[in-house]
C-alpha cells in the first residue's frame, strides 16, 4: 500500500513537472535558478556561508583580471 502510493505521488510530481514547463510555468534554462542558490547558502553553516562567498569571489575576481587583460584561459 504504501509503495503504490509512493509510485503514484511520484507520478503525479513528475506528471506536474511536464505539465508546468509545458505552460511556461517552470523554465529549466536558468533565470530563476539565483533563488535556489541563494536557498542552499542559507542553509548551510555560517563557515560553510563564508567558504562559499570566497570561492565565488575568488572566480569573479580572476574572471574579471580574464576579461581586463582580453585573454581567456
Do not use: C, P
Not at 17 to 32: D, Y
Not at 46 to 53: F, L, M, R, T, V
Amino acid at each position: 500500500m504504501q509503495l503504490t502510493f509512493s509510485i503514484v505521488a511520484g507520478v503525479l510530481v513528475v506528471g506536474f513537472l511536464i505539465f508546468a514547463t509545458k505552460r511556461k510555468w517552470i523554465s529549466w534554462k536558468g533565470g530563476r535558478g539565483i533563488a535556489s542558490v541563494t536557498a542552499f547558502h542559507d542553509l548551510q553553516t555560517e563557515d560553510k556561508q563564508n567558504a562559499i562567498e570566497y570561492v565565488i569571489e575568488d572566480k569573479a575576481g580572476n574572471k574579471m583580471k580574464e576579461q581586463e587583460s582580453g585573454e581567456k584561459k
